[in-house]
């Protein structure tokens, strides 16, 4: 599924939600998930049940958490996870304007000028 996160890079997150203990400190996980949560509760990504459900497969597919554990989370701390995903692959791949097609990030422009990120 391919979800619009358009409005991410419209008004995007004031404070890091990605980074490392070498940028940020023993404290970094907290400190970005605390932020990417308040972005979250600002900003919902995942704004339908299909995106959620959507959501909820890629990340039980990567194999760090246990669906049940996942089905447990909040509606924010899903959309927080999610605003780091995108983080992440902005940080790993560099500004979607300046990728090939062959970058391998899941974030891409469509044709229609919006920004998606494609799960799985």
Not at 10 to 16: C, D, R, S, T
Request: aromatic share 14%; glycine share 10%; with cysteine.
């Amino acid at each position: 599924m391919e979800i619009n996160i358009t409005a991410y890079f419209a008004n995007g997150p004031k404070e890091p939600v990605y980074g490392s203990i070498s940028q940020y400190g023993q404290g970094a996980g907290a400190y970005t998930y605390g932020n990417a949560k308040e972005y979250a509760s600002t900003c919902d990504l995942l704004d339908t049940p299909e995106k959620v459900e959507a959501f909820k497969a890629y990340a039980a597919s990567m194999g760090a958490w246990e669906r049940e554990e996942i089905d447990a989370w909040s509606h924010e701390e899903l959309v927080a996870l999610f605003v780091q995903f995108i983080a992440a692959d902005m940080a790993e791949n560099g500004p979607i304007e300046d990728r090939t097609d062959d970058c391998g990030g899941e974030c891409f422009k469509g044709d229609n000028g919006e920004y998606y990120y494609l799960l799985g």
